[in-house]
């Protein structure tokens, strides 16, 4: 990857060097050091007056200054950006939970989009999309010196388009295509379902809906195993979850914690630092709780399972976190559009910094990637069902055994059956269930 990247930007450089015609008085302007912040302004303006009046064609002064605004922000890091009057509607949509696109989370890496998460669901994730991919086109035109915003405005499009995505993936030789037809994403922040004895909660996003969601559906498994003491354990699933609003991961962490810090903030000046804090109350009532991540998680996922794992509460599985570290504040500015604006770096509980770093699960598990087809057809020889005791004829009977007994026996042996299936569809949650099986045959510790 890092190869094709560097090849990307050498020929990109090249052909700059070659087609740069050199403007002797303003290169000079430009060169002199140690002017002041209104020299600056001034060369500012010179610069947007030539422009207006040179370029090649005639060009709009509010997309120039729109243009230099973002410029000025993107610079300072990859998540800093203006949002122009329909970017910051989108988001305040998107926050809602209803949105149209493909449904992938992105930044930017080295000068192409990066993909931090497929959406549970989305037209994203079906056709194959993986955390990690780059994207470096869309129908054949490349991404490469775009700005992020101007990136993901080429891949928004009309509900029922198709669009062609060209990938470069990690163990791939090569850069494919991707066909996707955008979708209304209608995103469902919190899926519960219970597998044996474990609630699993898939936590896809952090938005207005994720706390009710979380808290609704959990009462719903609990309820229909009989109790709280006919589960074993929770598993937190917030593999490929990009993120979203502080305050919901506050919450989530606070659902299952009675006491102590979920996270802190820090900005460039002490007093704007925040402390968050758990209050009483723990929706499982100390029942034990794995947490899944993996490279798609990233922001408010890795403060849930930053504060859970510091606080011991919680076993992390899974493979490093994204790493996403800051702080963003959406600023309102005139004429609608906004400014999103990083102001701080948050700090787990032990007052660890993730930026760039992750979590660190305490058991790494990879997730295997699926075989081809061809791989995947089992040899006749050992797909058939190995004989036993019980299949010999004139075999003894146990008579040491109730028929209730028995019956047991083979209801736990089809449980266990089961979880081997699971293990060929999702080995990471398997691995979760299965500790949590581990932890409740220790039984409770007095």
Same mark, same amino acid.
Do not use: N, W
């Given at each position: 990857m890092k190869k094709f990247v560097m090849a990307a930007l050498g020929g990109t450089v090249a052909g700059i060097v070659a087609t740069t015609q050199i403007a002797g008085p303003l290169l000079a302007q430009e060169g002199s050091k140690g002017g002041n912040v209104y020299e600056q302004l001034d060369l500012f303006g010179d610069i947007f007056e030539r422009i207006r009046a040179q370029y090649v064609e005639e060009v709009e002064a509010s997309e120039l200054i729109e243009a230099a605004i973002d410029g000025m922000l993107t610079s300072l890091d990859p998540h800093s950006s203006y949002l122009s009057p329909d970017d910051a509607e989108q988001m305040r949509v998107q926050t809602r939970g209803e949105f149209g696109g493909l449904g992938i989370e992105v930044t930017q890496e080295e000068g192409f989009v990066k993909v931090v998460s497929?959406?549970?669901? /989305?037209? *994203?994730?079906?056709?194959?999309? %993986? *955390? +990690?991919?780059?994207? /470096?086109? $869309?129908? +054949? %035109?490349? !991404?490469?010196? !775009?700005?992020?915003?101007?990136? $993901?405005?080429?891949?928004?499009?009309? $509900?029922?388009? %198709?669009? $062609?995505? /060209? &990938? &470069?993936? %990690?163990?791939?030789?090569?850069p494919f295509d991707v066909s996707i037809v955008r979708d209304t994403i209608k995103l469902t922040a919190v899926r519960t379902r219970t597998e044996g004895e474990s609630v699993v909660l898939r936590i896809t996003t952090f938005n207005d809906q994720t706390t009710p969601n979380l808290e609704a559906g959990l009462k719903e498994q609990i309820d229909a195993a009989g109790g709280i003491d006919n589960i074993n354990g929770i598993v937190l699933d917030l593999r490929n979850n990009p993120g979203g609003l502080l305050t919901q991961a506050i919450s989530v962490a606070d659902a299952f914690l009675e006491e102590g810090e979920i996270v802190s903030t820090r900005g460039r000046n002490v007093e704007d630092g925040e402390r968050f804090n758990a209050t009483p109350g723990d929706l499982v009532q100390g029942k034990p709780i794995v947490v899944l991540v993996n490279g798609g998680s990233a922001s408010a996922s890795e403060i849930v399972a930053g504060a859970l794992q510091d606080h011991r509460r919680a076993i992390v599985v899974g493979t490093k976190s994204f790493g996403k570290g800051s702080v963003q504040t959406v600023m309102p500015l005139r004429g609608d559009g906004a400014m999103r604006l990083t102001t701080a770096r948050y700090y787990t509980p032990s007052g660890r910094s993730i930026q760039a770093l992750g979590v660190s699960p305490d058991i790494v598990v990879a997730q295997p990637r699926r075989k081809p087809d061809a791989e995947e057809e089992e040899d006749p020889t050992t797909a058939a069902r190995m004989r036993s005791e019980a299949d010999l004829r004139g075999r003894l009977n146990n008579d040491s055994l109730s028929e209730d007994e028995v019956r047991q026996i083979e209801e736990d042996r089809a449980k266990a059956e089961k979880a081997a299936e699971l293990r060929e569809e999702d080995y990471q949650l398997a691995y979760a269930i299965d500790i949590l099986k581990g932890l409740s045959a220790l039984g409770p510790n007095d």
């Open positions: 497929p959406i549970d669901g /989305t037209p *994203a994730d079906e056709a194959g999309m %993986e *955390a +990690g991919d780059f994207i /470096t086109h $869309v129908d +054949g %035109e490349s !991404l490469l010196g !775009l700005t992020l915003d101007k990136a $993901v405005e080429m891949m928004r499009g009309p $509900v029922g388009s %198709e669009i $062609v995505i /060209t &990938v &470069v993936r %990690e163990g791939e030789t090569e």
